[in-house]
Structure formats: C-alpha cells, structure tokens
C-alpha cells in the first residue's frame, strides 16, 4: 500500500475532507492531494513524503509508527534525511514574501490561495499524463 491509499482510505472512512485531514496534521490540503495522487506534479515522478509526515500521519490516524511503515509496501519511496521545510535558505526572497503574504490572509483567503494552487497543479498532472499517453 502507498502512503497516498492509506491516507484517501482513513479520510473516506472517518468523513474528512483534504483540508480537514491536512489541517490535523498541519499539512496543507495541496500536499494531501499531492500525497494521494502519489506523482510529484512539478518531475511527474513518484512523490516522496519524509519521515516526519509519516509520523504526522501516524499520530493522527493514531496508528503505531513502526506498523504504518509496514504497511507500506516497497515501492513507496520515502525521504529520510530532510532538512526542516521551515530553513528560509530553502525558499527564494520570493517564496518568503509570498508566504508571508498568506500568511496575512483570513481563512477564506487561504483557501482560495489553495484552491488556485490545487487547480494548477492538476493542470500540470492532466498535461504530464497527456504527454505520457502520446509518449
């Protein structure tokens, strides 16, 4: 199982919305639909999730650590070694003025800041997979 079937199945089984699952486990609703796609839309490629999400999702899913990794199978690529997404060297000046500017926003705003991204991203992933059925 990919990290992506267990997070969509738990959601579908307890009622919860991409942004309310995302909003426990203090991820926003884009990498939740990101994590469930399993593809990376920006390479097209498997999407990795670090060890510190797993462990995000294990405690709100309030299973064991150890029995979720198991869970998953051989295939799902993981990030060990992560350096801490909140490091200002990983963001441009850009990126930063950006996020800062969300974070100004109410929560209607935020989510229409999500909803903008969700959309481009799929975008992205319709266009990857065209591209690959041509390919």
């Not at 990919?2 to 995302?22: C, N, P, T, W």
Request: hydrophobic share 35%.
């Amino acid at each position: 199982m990919k990290i992506g079937d267990y997070v969509k199945q738990y959601r579908i089984e307890h009622g919860l919305s991409m942004q309310a699952f995302g909003d426990r486990c203090g991820l926003s609703r884009a990498y939740i639909s990101i994590l469930e796609k399993g593809i990376n839309p920006t390479t097209g490629k498997s999407f990795a999730p670090t060890i510190e999400t797993l462990k995000k999702i294990a405690d709100v899913t309030n299973a064991d650590f150890d029995t979720l990794l198991l869970m998953l199978d051989g295939g799902q690529p993981i990030i060990v070694n992560a350096t801490p997404s909140t490091s200002s060297s990983q963001f441009t000046e850009h990126e930063e003025t950006l996020i800062k500017k969300y974070r100004q926003l109410d929560a209607d705003g935020k989510e229409d800041v999500d909803d903008y991204v969700d959309m481009k991203l799929a975008k992205i992933q319709r266009k990857a997979e065209e591209e690959e059925n041509f390919a």
